[in-house]
């Protein structure tokens, strides 16, 4: 009686395991929610109505259940926050009906029933502007963070400003309570509602084009290791841009000079230069997140 090959009984054991060895480990994929919509937007104030507007519209307009979280804006506790700009806007301006301001800075807040009873109902969640770690501290792990999601399952809209715009990834870029300065810093972790993700935004208005070659490249090791530097897809959002995400591709809305970046360091190699790792999309091109691939470009 002939016996299988060593190498054959090796494959598979690993085959029935679910083992793995090295080169047969697949790539972590970017995809976006399987439900619902993002709008994911770069900051500045030119375009931020019709942004704003857009986000609204997606949510299901006048009638629409919308909540406004402000976390992000300042840690001082007085601080106003149930009357931040972009409510005034909602309430004030666009006469929404049906506007909620949801902010705390306590987790253990965050983590009641009676905190997150506005998103149960919300057909859409605005993250606004500030500092992305603290959105982190404030709702990761806790009840908010699943009923963000779960607006998302129920086929709502998330949307976001600046750092409402990087705290909709997965990896949180920019995300140092010290400074804005530091690309990879003590809070890594985004809420995720794109896997395999990092948002940069202000990217070209602020000269920001390298930063996400530094988080891709992460030259002093600082990057988790529930992080792949070398998988994760970049995303640099310029102001007065975004990008309005279904399933695992977007489409560029904003000005009419909107530029969003993307950066795939999948497609690096030792010889290419950092002035050659990312592409420009403009107003209105469309763009495969999973695949990586543009579906549309704009001339």
């Known amino acids: 009686m002939k016996h299988p090959p060593p190498d ?3 494959l598979i054991w690993v085959l029935l395991l ?3 060895i090295p080169g047969m480990v697949a790539a972590d994929e970017t995809e976006g929610p399987d439900r619902g919509t993002l709008l994911i937007a770069g900051g500045g104030g030119k375009q931020g109505a019709a942004i704003f ?4 519209e997606l949510a299901g307009g006048n009638t629409a259940r919308i909540v406004i979280v402000p ?3 300042s840690s001082d506790p007085n601080y106003d926050y149930q009357n931040p700009g972009v409510a005034k806007f909602a309430r004030d301006r666009l006469k929404l ?3 909620t301001v949801l902010h705390t800075h306590d987790r253990r807040e965050a983590d009641t029933r009676e905190f997150v009873r506005p998103l149960k109902t919300a057909n859409g969640v605005w993250f606004s502007g500030g500092r992305q770690w603290r959105f982190a501290d404030s709702y990761l792990g806790t009840r908010s963070e699943k009923e963000f ?7 709502g809209v998330i949307g976001g400003s600046s750092a409402g715009a990087s705290i909709q990834a997965d990896f949180l870029v920019r995300g140092d309570s010290r400074t804005n300065r530091i690309m990879i810093g003590d809070h890594q972790r985004g809420l995720g509602f794109i896997e395999n993700c990092a948002i940069d935004q202000h990217v070209i208005k602020r000269g920001r084009q390298m930063g996400l070659v530094k988080v891709l490249t992460d030259p002093d090791g600082k990057m988790l290791r529930r992080f792949d530097r070398e998988d994760l897809l970049g995303i640099g959002i310029d102001e007065d841009t975004a990008i309005i995400v279904r399933r695992n591709t977007f489409e560029v809305f904003g000005k009419p000079d909107a530029a969003v970046l993307i950066y795939d360091p999948r497609k690096w190699t030792a010889q290419t230069a950092d002035a050659k790792k990312y ?3 403009k107003l209105g091109a469309r763009y495969d997140m999973k695949k990586r691939r543009v579906l549309h470009l704009v001339p």
């Open 149 to 155: 999601h779960r607006v998302l399952k129920r086929g």
């Open 71 to 73: 976390t992000a804006i």
């Open 8 to 10: 054959r009984i090796l």
């Open 18 to 20: 679910g083992l793995t």
């Open 97 to 99: 009906k049906h506007v």
């Open 279 to 281: 592409i420009t999309l």
């Open 53 to 56: 507007r857009k986000f609204v």
